[in-house]
């Protein structure tokens, strides 16, 4: 057993689960509202991470983490360090390639509140805020935590994109995922088995957990 | 009569609510009306006339580009000094079309929600009095999902009264119940009316429950006011066959004035109409729109004379029977033109009268209801156009 790869994955995912959480809510609730010209191109944009084989986004990742391409040389400058071949590289390219899971079910979420709920709350007297905390927050809290769910078993299980940016420096950036690759082609089966089962009873307890979170509310029946 | 008011202006206040709004687009708007503290006004109109746009409007939920609207001596919205109220600012009840409940708030706290105004100690307990000023005790701690429509609506009621409002909206608050709760909320709401000092809009495109509830109307077409009174004065004179059209008035024709022996008639194809009030003032040979309520004819019986049989007595040929429970509508054709005259009489009666499709019919048009509207034709527009039915499109 691997624990410094579980930790690795373990970190990562729930790290990229904390960052993306405000973009998700920004972001899901921003689409969900705004009607403008360029809207499905922003909604195309979210959601090319999960049409693009993660060898690609990895690819392009990787190409733009490296220090002759602008975002590199500016992380270069900023921290004085690359971002390929770190967990800091792997934590971001984590953060694109879960973007659409944080977002569209939020945004979903918010896309079902009827606009007049709003409405109704501010003629009640309540300000934006009152209402985004008592009103929407309450009715999209089933879509957060979804997104929530997806982001972090999705994370556990990504392989192309950390492989592509992060290789498999120990402690560093191997994940279960690519420790479970590695181990499968040192024919350790064993091995193998036993990370896979651990990933396995991982995913499932967070992924029970949080859809005990959401749960079917009372308020939800007829 | 007519209440229309020109150009914006500062309205009176002072509990009343007074609204003056004027767009040309993206909705064009062009209303003017108010409301009394106490009074329950009804903005009458077919789908897509402004009528919730302008409840909206007071609302503070929708902008106009221009105009003023005050309320209690508050200047809500003044477009040209730039005074916009926002809805939290305005102390505005209001009750949604499908109600807007919290879905995931038990009754109790849909109400405590309106009541930031409040205490927080005291809030539980005052939201317990409004769900029982509505009737609703023993329900506070149920989800709207768990509640019928009515008692939804309800909720609705009691959470926009909660807040104390300057005025109360409600918008089309009974098209969503079915008849038998429709008619009960009613009957609550002209009950509650007694005890509310303030103004009430109602927007409602059923002209029955405008026409029970309301101490005015508001007749609304494409954004605009088109004539505001007590019900029975726009039943009795609406202002323009637009306006008899809109509230469901058939009996709108067109007619020149004459002259014979020194007196004024109204000329109606092969008819000299006597009218009671308004021919002197006009000039003769002029053509004009008239209007009859269709309380205002009297069918003459087959068996004896019945009251008022010689004022206007016109002939015509049955050309529609509609039997709806105990009431039939009778609409009469003519051999001068394509206009027809509708009006009610008892079943048990047009059948007594023989009354049959084809058969003639002979009624008296009172002189004293007939409703002279100068400057328009029948159709409510160019001259020329002559609307054959009036019927709503």
Same mark, same amino acid.
């Given at each position: 057993?691997?624990?410094?790869?579980?930790?690795?994955?373990?970190?990562?995912?729930?790290?990229?689960?904390?960052?993306?959480?405000?973009?998700?809510?920004?972001?899901?609730?921003?689409?969900?509202?705004?009607?403008?010209?360029?809207?499905?191109?922003?909604?195309?944009?979210?959601?090319?991470?999960?049409?693009?084989?993660? !060898?690609?986004?990895?690819? /392009?990742?990787?190409?733009?983490?490296?220090?002759?391409?602008?975002?590199?040389?500016?992380?270069?400058?900023?921290?004085?360090?690359?971002?390929?071949?770190?967990? !800091?590289?792997?934590?971001? #390219?984590?953060?694109?390639?879960?973007?659409?899971?944080?977002?569209?079910?939020?945004?979903?979420?918010?896309?079902?509140?009827?606009?007049?709920?709003?409405?109704?709350?501010?003629?009640?007297?309540?300000?934006?805020?009152?209402?985004?905390?008592?009103?929407?927050?309450?009715?999209?809290?089933?879509?957060?935590?979804?997104?929530?769910?997806?982001?972090?078993?999705?994370?556990?299980?990504?392989?192309?994109?950390?492989?592509?940016?992060?290789?498999?420096?120990?402690?560093? !950036?191997?994940?279960? #995922?690519? #420790?479970? /690759?590695?181990?499968?082609?040192?024919?350790?089966?064993?091995?193998?088995?036993?990370?896979? #089962?651990?990933?396995?009873?991982?995913?499932?307890?967070?992924?029970?957990?949080? /859809?005990?979170?959401?749960?079917?509310?009372?308020?939800?029946?007829? | 009569?007519?209440?229309?008011?020109?150009?914006?202006?500062?309205?009176?206040?002072?509990?009343?609510?007074?609204?003056?709004?004027?767009?040309?687009?993206?909705? *064009?708007?062009?209303?003017?009306?108010?409301?009394?503290?106490?009074?329950?006004?009804?903005?009458?109109?077919?789908?897509?006339?402004?009528?919730?746009?302008? $409840?909206?409007?007071?609302?503070?939920?929708?902008?106009?580009?221009?105009?003023?609207?005050?309320?209690?001596?508050?200047?809500?919205?003044?477009?040209?000094?730039?005074?916009?109220?926002?809805?939290?600012?305005?102390?505005? @009840?209001?009750?949604? =079309?499908?109600?807007?409940?919290?879905?995931? $708030?038990?009754?109790?706290?849909? +109400?405590?929600?309106?009541?930031? &105004?409040? %205490?927080?100690? =005291?809030?539980?307990?005052?939201?317990?009095?409004?769900?029982?000023?509505?009737?609703?005790?023993?329900?506070?701690?149920?989800?709207?999902?768990?509640?019928?429509?009515?008692?939804? =609506?309800?909720?609705?009621?009691?959470?926009?009264?909660?807040?104390?409002?300057?005025?109360?909206?409600?918008?089309?608050?009974?098209?969503?119940?079915?008849?038998?709760?429709?008619?009960?909320? =009613?009957?609550?709401?002209?009950?509650?009316?007694?005890?509310?000092?303030?103004?009430?809009?109602?927007?409602?495109?059923?002209?029955?429950?405008?026409?029970?509830?309301?101490?005015?109307?508001?007749?609304?077409?494409?954004?605009?006011?088109?004539?505001?009174?007590?019900?029975?004065?726009?039943?009795? &004179?609406?202002?323009? *066959?637009? +306006?008899?059209?809109?509230?469901?008035?058939?009996?709108?024709?067109?007619?020149?004035?004459?002259?014979?022996?020194?007196?004024?008639?109204?000329?109606? @194809?092969?008819?000299?109409?006597?009218?009671?009030?308004?021919?002197?003032?006009?000039? %003769?040979?002029?053509?004009?729109?008239?209007?009859? *309520?269709?309380?205002?004819?009297?069918?003459?019986?087959?068996?004896?004379?019945?009251?008022?049989?010689?004022?206007?007595? +016109?002939? @015509?040929?049955?050309?529609?029977?509609?039997?709806?429970?105990?009431?039939?509508?009778?609409?009469?054709?003519?051999?001068?033109?394509? %206009?027809?005259?509708?009006?009610?009489?008892?079943? &048990?009666?047009?059948?007594?009268?023989?009354?049959?499709?084809?058969?003639?019919?002979?009624?008296?048009?009172?002189? @004293?209801?007939?409703?002279?509207?100068?400057?328009?034709?029948?159709?409510?527009?160019?001259?020329?156009?002559?609307?054959?039915?009036?019927?709503?499109?």
């Amino acid at each position: 057993m691997d624990w410094a790869a579980l930790s690795v994955s373990l970190r990562l995912a729930a790290f990229t689960c904390l960052l993306l959480l405000p973009v998700g809510l920004a972001l899901g609730r921003a689409l969900a509202r705004a009607r403008f010209r360029g809207k499905p191109l922003c909604e195309a944009l979210v959601a090319l991470p999960l049409v693009l084989p993660p !060898t690609v986004l990895g690819f /392009y990742l990787m190409m733009s983490f490296g220090s002759e391409a602008p975002l590199g040389a500016l992380w270069q400058r900023l921290f004085g360090s690359g971002l390929n071949f770190t967990f !800091t590289g792997i934590l971001l #390219a984590s953060l694109v390639a879960n973007l659409p899971f944080a977002v569209q079910p939020v945004q979903r979420a918010f896309e079902a509140i009827p606009p007049n709920l709003r409405e109704a709350a501010w003629c009640s007297g309540l300000s934006a805020w009152q209402t985004l905390w008592r009103i929407e927050l309450p009715l999209v809290w089933p879509g957060l935590v979804s997104a929530l769910a997806l982001t972090f078993a999705h994370t556990l299980g990504e392989f192309g994109v950390i492989l592509m940016v992060g290789g498999a420096i120990d402690g560093e !950036t191997r994940t279960l #995922a690519i #420790a479970i /690759y590695d181990r499968v082609q040192a024919f350790d089966e064993a091995g193998a088995a036993s990370m896979s #089962a651990a990933l396995l009873v991982v995913s499932f307890v967070t992924i029970g957990v949080v /859809y005990g979170l959401a749960g079917r509310r009372r308020w939800r029946r007829g | 009569m007519a209440e229309r008011t020109p150009a914006p202006r500062l309205p009176e206040t002072g509990g009343r609510l007074a609204v003056a709004v004027h767009q040309a687009g993206p909705i *064009p708007l062009a209303a003017d009306f108010d409301c009394a503290a106490g009074e329950l006004l009804a903005l009458v109109g077919p789908s897509g006339s402004g009528k919730t746009t302008l $409840l909206r409007a007071i609302a503070g939920l929708y902008r106009p580009a221009a105009g003023v609207i005050a309320c209690n001596g508050e200047t809500w919205l003044d477009a040209g000094r730039g005074i916009v109220r926002r809805p939290q600012q305005r102390r505005v @009840g209001i009750v949604f =079309q499908d109600y807007a409940l919290f879905p995931h $708030l038990t009754a109790r706290d849909n +109400v405590r929600l309106a009541l930031g &105004h409040l %205490e927080p100690a =005291q809030r539980h307990a005052v939201a317990e009095q409004w769900l029982a000023r509505v009737r609703l005790e023993g329900l506070a701690g149920r989800y709207p999902a768990e509640l019928s429509g009515g008692q939804r =609506q309800r909720v609705a009621l009691a959470r926009a009264l909660a807040r104390e409002p300057r005025v109360l909206l409600l918008d089309e608050p009974f098209s969503a119940v079915d008849q038998v709760t429709r008619r009960r909320l =009613q009957r609550e709401l002209a009950l509650l009316r007694e005890e509310i000092r303030i103004p009430i809009v109602l927007v409602t495109h059923d002209l029955d429950e405008a026409v029970a509830l309301a101490d005015r109307l508001c007749v609304l077409h494409g954004g605009r006011t088109l004539q505001a009174g007590p019900p029975g004065e726009l039943l009795r &004179h609406p202002a323009s *066959p637009e +306006v008899a059209r809109l509230l469901d008035r058939h009996n709108v024709f067109e007619g020149e004035v004459v002259t014979l022996e020194g007196r004024r008639y109204l000329r109606w @194809g092969p008819y000299r109409l006597e009218v009671a009030e308004g021919l002197e003032a006009l000039a %003769e040979g002029s053509r004009l729109a008239w209007y009859l *309520p269709d309380s205002d004819v009297v069918l003459h019986r087959r068996d004896r004379p019945s009251r008022g049989e010689r004022e206007n007595p +016109v002939t @015509g040929r049955v050309t529609e029977m509609v039997v709806l429970g105990g009431m039939t509508s009778i609409t009469l054709g003519f051999d001068h033109g394509r %206009e027809t005259l509708r009006f009610d009489i008892a079943t &048990h009666a047009a059948r007594r009268n023989g009354l049959a499709r084809g058969e003639h019919a002979t009624v008296s048009l009172l002189a @004293g209801g007939i409703h002279l509207m100068p400057g328009h034709d029948a159709g409510g527009e160019a001259m020329g156009h002559m609307a054959a039915d009036g019927g709503v499109p």
